[in-house]
């Protein structure tokens, strides 16, 4: 296992399509973590997964976003009718349950025409 | 509202040379502190951590430094190598609680000269 692995790694899209983001995390983890950064900002955390389970949610995932991690395996996230304030970097994370920290994909490149 | 603040958007050091890069934070409940090093178009790499019960903590060239009672903490790179050349998180998290999101704060762009 090779690490956090993010597809794809660069999307261009127009504004008011769909789409999604697939993750594979490390697979021993149990806990997966999406985030979101934009130039000259630190990530920002959207929401997490304890297994199957999405435990949190942040103010920021408005209801055009939607995760899921299906089988606690792999997680998807979908971002409905796009809009250009959805160009960003998307992160995804994974940890164990109490582990030192959680290991970061390389992100997916969103940019929003 | 910014928990997690690194006032220094850059830092310029020489090859060898010591760097100190800066952290504060304002939610007394973090208790897990953690940097992370990040290239362009990559994910951040994790780098070292320290829980809020030590006020140091080593790893080779890696230093992190604590001190609660000013909610700051420092990361001490030595000797610093232009390989270090990348930006620098602080992270924060509530440890202990039921979960472990990190905040983060804005970075610092590290430039090492050689």
């Known amino acids: 296992d090779t690490g956090v692995s993010q597809d794809p790694r660069h999307k261009i899209t127009k504004r008011g399509q769909n789409v999604t983001f697939r993750c594979d995390p490390i697979?021993?983890?149990?806990?997966l973590y999406w985030y979101r950064q934009t130039l000259g900002q630190g990530p920002e955390f959207l929401t997490y997964?304890?297994?199957?389970?999405?435990?949190?949610k942040s103010r920021l995932l408005s209801d055009r976003f939607s995760a899921e991690r299906p089988k606690g395996s792999f997680s998807t996230l979908e971002i409905q009718r796009t809009e250009q304030g959805d160009s960003a970097m998307y992160l995804c994370?994974?940890?164990?349950?109490?582990?030192?920290?959680?290991?970061f994909g390389q992100g997916t490149r969103l940019t929003v025409v | 509202d910014q928990q997690v603040k690194q006032n220094s958007p850059s830092l310029s050091v020489q090859e060898g040379r010591i760097s100190i890069l800066n952290c504060d934070y304002t939610?007394?409940?973090?208790?897990?502190f953690l940097w992370y090093k990040k290239y362009p178009a990559e994910g951040p790499t994790f780098l070292i951590s320290?829980?809020?019960?030590?006020d140091k903590n080593e790893d080779g060239r890696f230093t992190v430094f604590l001190n609660k009672s000013a909610k700051h903490l420092s990361l001490h790179i030595v000797p610093s190598q232009p390989g270090d050349s990348a930006v620098y998180f602080c992270?924060?998290?509530?440890?202990?609680?039921?979960?472990?999101?990190?905040?983060f704060g804005t970075g610092t762009l590290l430039a090492v000269q050689p």
């Open positions: 994370a994974s940890s164990f349950l109490g582990g030192e920290g959680a290991f």
């Open positions: 697979s021993e983890h149990n806990r």
């Open positions: 997964f304890q297994n199957e389970a999405q435990l949190e």
């Open positions: 939610n007394s409940m973090f208790d897990y």
């Open positions: 320290i829980s809020s019960i030590k």
């Open positions: 992270a924060a998290s509530n440890y202990g609680g039921a979960t472990n999101k990190l905040i």
